[in-house]
């Protein structure tokens, strides 16, 4: 069972605005940045926004990350077909010394 | 251009020890802030992160794990050797490695994984 709690799939229309979810704790995500990578199928993971709402270069503006409390977000803005993909959430953790990953978050493009 | 390549084997018995070694280029791991981490994925699960080492040679590791794991680097290599002991079925799956930056735990390179299966 993983520390940061994804929810397992989201889904949405082609132009339509999606939100995936972590959720940890006070010694992770409330003490931590928060970091989120793309994985396509059969391919390696991406980062996709890191240090809460920095996209790297080469990440469209659709993309937006944010994290309060013991909880952040991602948000897909003009859901688009290429967006189909899992998607993790990652910070480190103080109490078990490590990094952790969220369960992921599979999203599908209807 | 900074890349990261997994190698090991492909097949492994029950109860043996797995190693593998992941050899990277593009950045040096004596450099401050500069790690170096191993994370799994077994078919159609979730990542989970395995082990790190850092520029100066401090090493973490996966709690439910280390007693399991080791993780060392060859410096002069370029390289990163992770061991895992008293391998099982349950190992099986793609094994990444990854540069990591210490400050804001930013994975911002992988390798393409390698997969292992675990079976007699």
């Known amino acids: 069972q993983s520390v940061l709690t994804q929810p397992p799939s989201v889904s949405g229309t082609p132009g339509q605005r999606v939100t995936i979810s972590c959720s940890g704790s006070?010694?992770?995500?409330?003490?931590?940045?928060v970091n989120w990578y793309h994985q396509l199928p059969g391919t390696a993971p991406k980062l996709l926004m890191n240090?809460?709402?920095q996209r790297p270069s080469g990440v469209p503006d659709r993309f937006f990350g944010s994290r309060s409390g013991t909880s952040a977000s991602l948000v897909i803005n003009g859901l688009q077909s290429e967006d189909e993909a899992d998607y993790y959430c990652?910070?480190?953790?103080?109490?078990?010394?490590?990094?952790?990953f969220g369960a992921g978050t599979k999203l599908t493009v209807l | 251009q900074v890349t990261l390549r997994e190698s090991g084997p492909a097949l492994v018995r029950p109860t043996q020890t797995l190693t593998l070694t992941c050899s990277f280029s593009?950045?040096?791991?004596?450099?401050?802030?500069?790690?170096v981490i191993w994370a799994r994925q077994p078919p159609g699960k979730a990542l989970e992160w395995l082990a790190l080492?850092?520029?100066?040679?401090?090493?973490h590791y996966s709690s439910s794990l280390k007693t399991r794991l080791t993780i060392s680097k060859a410096t002069s290599k370029n390289q990163v050797v992770l061991r895992m002991t008293n391998i099982d079925p349950a190992d099986s799956g793609m094994y990444y490695c990854?540069?990591?930056?210490?400050?804001?735990?930013?994975?911002?390179?992988w390798g393409q994984g390698t997969l292992v299966t675990v079976s007699s």
């Open positions: 990854a540069r990591m930056k210490w400050r804001f735990s930013v994975i911002d390179s």
């Open positions: 593009g950045f040096s791991l004596t450099t401050d802030q500069m790690c």
């Open positions: 080492v850092d520029w100066d040679d401090e090493k």
């Open positions: 006070a010694s992770n995500i409330g003490s931590n940045v």
């Open positions: 240090k809460d709402d």
């Open positions: 990652a910070a480190w953790d103080d109490n078990l010394n490590g990094l952790v």
